[in-house]
């Protein structure tokens, strides 16, 4: 073979090893730019602010501030109320949540001693332990109440004498949940 025709097939070879191995060779290219964007992201909070204890005594019918409830003793006909101002905010295009109440769990209620939660939220009354948070950008208000009711008895009933009613800490949790 002459150095012609070996130097021929030696290009060859490359030129082959070279479109082989780097993939395809594109003559031709384009490219376009994509605007970019910027997206913002919403938020779920709440925040509650100091509660205020009050005592409606038997027979009265208005409510009265307890002024230290570590020192209030309370007797059967009173009911004891624990009134907690809070807001929401929850903005999201597609948010939806609820908010549950966990109040310290009363421990050793005395025989006759119940208790129950209610409040307001956006103008509206609720009872038990949830409801559904508004979707809204600026805070919305609302007031939990937690109440302990004890019935005047019978004559003779000793039962909750010199106890302690422990409330441990109150937690108001908010959550999304599954949009509707």
Do not use: C, R
Not at 31 to 60: F, P, R
Not at 95 to 123: D, F, I, K, Q
């Amino acid at each position: 073979m002459n150095k012609t025709t070996k130097g021929t097939i030696a290009i060859a070879a490359a030129a082959a090893l070279l479109l082989g191995g780097a993939g395809s060779l594109a003559y031709w290219q384009e490219s376009a730019n994509v605007a970019s964007a910027n997206i913002a992201t919403g938020q779920l909070h709440v925040t509650t602010q100091t509660g205020a204890w009050a005592v409606k005594k038997q027979g009265a019918s208005t409510f009265a501030p307890i002024a230290n409830i570590a020192t209030f003793k309370m007797v059967p006909g009173d009911v004891v109320t624990y009134t907690v101002p809070f807001t929401t905010t929850a903005e999201g295009d597609n948010l939806a949540a609820n908010a549950t109440v966990a109040w310290g769990a009363a421990s050793s209620l005395p025989t006759g001693v119940t208790s129950a939660t209610s409040g307001t939220y956006n103008g509206t009354a609720f009872t038990g332990t949830s409801f559904a948070v508004v979707k809204q950008a600026t805070p919305v208000s609302g007031q939990l109440v937690f109440t302990l009711t004890w019935d005047f008895g019978t004559t003779g009933n000793t039962n909750g004498m010199s106890q302690t009613i422990n409330l441990a800490a109150t937690t108001v949790t908010v959550a999304q949940v599954v949009a509707p």
